[in-house]
């Protein structure tokens, strides 16, 4: 585990709440993190910041620890499909379908010479490079084809 990213300058939060222990109310958590692209356990000399981009999407996961939850230990929440606290890179959708209405066949193309038919496929890029990532759907309503260009960084 990466414990040295929890810590300043990596990050830093603050919490209030206007309520008693065991009590319902209102809590605030406030906090700022510094997204790793790699973040290892040997420190932050191997570290690889992400690079932000304006009108870029970015994605974060976190879980909530509540030691004093319904199972009087703790209880783990967070907003993944599975609940693990420490998953498995297999379990991770890296590429995802966001189409509406009734869809019969996805073909992703890629980019680097590979394809896949599944609606949310896993894919693993041999090389480093920029990729024009294509995917087309069709349904009873018609077809659709939606490219983005994918920045891969091999670590």
């Known amino acids: 585990q990466a414990w040295w990213i929890k810590d300043l300058p990596y990050s830093n939060a603050k919490c209030s709440y206007t309520f008693k222990h065991g009590e319902g109310g209102k809590l605030v958590l ?3 993190v510094t997204p790793f692209d790699y973040a290892g356990a040997e420190g932050p000399g191997r570290a690889v910041e992400s690079v932000l981009r304006e009108n870029k999407d970015i994605g974060l996961c976190w879980a909530i ?3 004093d939850g319904p199972n009087k230990g703790s209880s783990f929440w ?3 499909p599975k609940h693990t606290m420490y ?3 297999s379990e991770l959708v890296a590429f995802q379908d966001k189409s509406v209405g009734k869809i019969t066949t996805w073909k992703w193309d890629f980019g680097d010479g590979t ?3 599944e609606q949310h496929p896993i894919h693993t ?3 480093t490079g920029t990729f024009v990532v294509v995917l087309d759907i069709e349904g ?3 077809k659709s084809r939606r490219s983005k260009i ?3 960084v091999l670590k």
Do not use: R
Request: glycine share 12%; net charge negative; no cysteine.
């Open 30 to 32: 406030e906090f700022w």
């Open 65 to 67: 620890i509540d030691y």
């Open 115 to 117: 394809t896949s038919g």
């Open 78 to 80: 967070n907003l993944s």
């Open 87 to 89: 998953g498995q890179a």
């Open 150 to 152: 994918w920045d891969v």
């Open 125 to 127: 890029y041999a090389k």
């Open 140 to 142: 009873p309503d018609g």
